[in-house]
């Protein structure tokens, strides 16, 4: 499936600000893969193999507690969060935006979703963006989800 990219942090704040819901950015090897069979949106616990009934992915939809805060932070820190899933899930995975649904929670609280539509690719450049603006907020004792640190 071809799809565009988000080049840039700026550009995936400005997705998020003209979609009010329903935005996630899933780390997988794809579209392609994870929608070959529409009526089988699945992942798999990682710790018991269980299938999970949708997508792991991860809201980009900014929430109104966050207020008049920098939507540029919002979508960094959602990126910075779960970068570790691109190593940890073997090559080929890198984030990608969906619009879907939520139709669960994971073993991780984490939203799973049903897939209607895929939107873009979230470019190499976008990801160091995120990791700068997150490094310049100097907060020692914030980082990744990581389990393996």
Avoid: F
Avoid at 13 to 31: C, F, H, I, Q
Avoid at 60 to 68: A, F, I, Q, S
Avoid at 99 to 115: A, F, K, Q, S, Y
Wanted: contains cysteine; charged residues 25%; aromatic residues 6%.
């Amino acid at each position: 499936m071809s799809l565009p990219t988000v080049d840039t942090l700026r550009e995936l704040a400005e997705l998020v600000e003209k979609e009010d819901s329903g935005l996630y950015v899933r780390w997988s090897k794809g579209p392609d893969p994870d929608l070959a069979d529409p009526g089988e949106q699945t992942s798999r616990d990682a710790l018991t193999g269980v299938p999970l009934p949708g997508l792991s992915a991860n809201p980009l939809t900014v929430e109104p507690w966050w207020g008049d805060r920098p939507v540029l932070l919002w979508v960094a820190r959602r990126l910075y969060d779960y970068r570790h899933l691109r190593e940890l899930r073997g090559p080929g995975v890198r984030p990608w935006v969906l619009i879907g649904e939520e139709i669960g929670r994971g073993p991780d609280n984490e939203p799973l979703v049903h897939c209607r539509r895929p939107i873009a690719w979230i470019a190499e450049q976008a990801l160091t963006e995120s990791e700068h603006l997150i490094n310049a907020q100097h907060s020692p004792d914030w980082g990744p989800l990581d389990r393996t640190t």
